[in-house]
């Protein structure tokens, strides 16, 4: 609200309910916006915020109570219900909307709101505001400029409170058991989607109820595919296995990645390819700290990388001209990470005037390196070929560097080995 102008007023409509085909729908899940601002999780709302208005800043437009609609979908919170839970000032049925939003609008300088994200929603705020310029006899005042909402409240969901980190951690912990328990059960001669199955099941028993994404869970050849998901081929002794999954608890995303190998042990050559991308994490890792730049973390995994792959014999040179001419991107073709927050690739500018933004302390990003050897790379040694690894972990910036919030996931060769042999770690 303290960023909002005087004599404005911000408007955020809640998610859609989507069809997924007749008569029935995709799961609900309520816009990040909305979520963050109001904590209230059903759709058909509208959230309006009027700094100054004297009968309360903070209103919400939703759904009334109805026993035959609840007794087929369940429970609806109402507006009355609404201020009380919620913290809203002042609360109107969303039929009532057209009547009453125009109101609000009148006379104010400035309309915040994310044009372009909801269509529908945008031609019914340009037509509340066409409506007030057309009565000009009434001498109504239309705004006289739109902001794009977005530039303010995303910087705001940049920056974690305690308690959102809190949550956070706790998703971390989540998907952290459901990583580990990948390792100990996973066999030779098993589906991707059934390692998949594992993955739900722990989240589901520990009440995250979705994935945060499209879990990829790539064996062998498929780890090289970046955004692998049909999960549908059979797990291969011999073959590693690329899992990227992370737990939604409380709408708040984790990404994690892990590459073990499917009968337990890493080969000589997997073993070799796994260390260099793991030297290139924990870099990538120490650069994350107040005063370094966003580029900083992707620049010592690139180095590390490239580095390592000369190491291996996979590229021949100088490191630092190599890394200049981008010689790496034969195996490595993307950044080491990206926010994190309530979307898994979330909200905040990377850059600021065209300058690499500083890190700062309550901001969450991923760290993510990894190299990708395809079988078609004919020029590659075999022992190599087929090999995909990529380790990604969660990390906080703090006031003095850095929290790996999803550390309790072994990602050293000796720690997954130990746990797939059953050794307490």
Request: with cysteine.
């Amino acid at each position: 609200m303290a960023l909002l102008e005087p004599g404005s007023i911000a408007i955020l409509p809640s998610a859609q309910v989507m069809d997924r085909n007749n008569d029935v729908t995709f799961p609900f899940r309520q816009d990040s916006d909305f979520i963050y601002l109001t904590g209230f999780m059903e759709p058909e709302s509208v959230f309006v915020l009027v700094p100054g208005r004297e009968h309360g800043e903070a209103i919400l437009f939703c759904r009334e109570r109805d026993p035959d609609q609840e007794r087929w979908h369940g429970k609806i919170t109402g507006p009355e219900r609404a201020m009380q839970l919620y913290g809203i000032d002042d609360a109107f049925p969303i039929s009532d909307i057209d009547d009453i939003l125009p109101g609000l609008i009148e006379g104010k300088n400035k309309l915040y709101y994310a044009m372009g994200a909801n269509p529908e929603f945008d031609a019914r705020v340009i037509g509340w505001v066409k409506g007030i310029s057309g009565n000009k006899q009434s001498g109504t005042r239309p705004p006289g400029e739109f902001v794009q909402l977005g530039q303010y409240l995303h910087e705001l969901r940049l920056f974690k409170s305690a308690q959102e980190i809190e949550v956070m951690k706790h998703g971390a912990e989540i998907t952290g058991r459901a990583h580990r328990r990948l390792m100990t059960s996973v066999t030779p001669g098993m589906q991707e989607y059934q390692l998949e199955a594992e993955f739900q099941h722990e989240l589901t028993m520990s009440g995250a109820r979705s994935q945060a994404y499209p879990a990829i869970v790539g064996g062998g050849e498929n780890a090289c595919i970046l955004h692998y998901i049909s999960n549908d081929e059979t797990l291969r002794a011999g073959d590693l296995v690329l899992v990227d999954a992370g737990a939604e608890y409380e709408y708040y995303a984790s990404d994690v990645t892990r590459t073990f190998p499917v009968s337990g042990k890493f080969t000589k050559a997997q073993k070799a390819v796994y260390n260099v991308v793991l030297n290139a994490q924990l870099a990538a890792i120490e650069a994350v700290k107040p005063g370094n730049h966003w580029n900083q973390p992707h620049e010592a995994a690139v180095h590390e990388l490239t580095r390592g792959l000369v190491e291996l014999g996979l590229l021949e040179g100088d490191v630092d001209e190599l890394v200049a001419c981008e010689a790496y991107r034969k195996f490595y073709m993307h950044r080491t990470g990206h926010w994190l927050g309530l979307d898994v690739h979330d909200v905040g500018e990377y850059r600021i005037d065209d300058t690499w933004r500083v890190f700062e302390p309550g901001m969450v990003t991923t760290i993510e390196p990894g190299l990708y050897i395809s079988e078609e790379l004919e020029d590659v040694p075999s022992k190599y070929r087929g090999i995909g690894i990529r380790i990604e972990d969660d990390v906080l910036v703090t006031a003095t560097g850095n929290e790996v919030i999803t550390a309790g996931i072994p990602k050293t060769v000796e720690e997954i080995e130990a746990l797939m042999a059953g050794e307490s770690l």
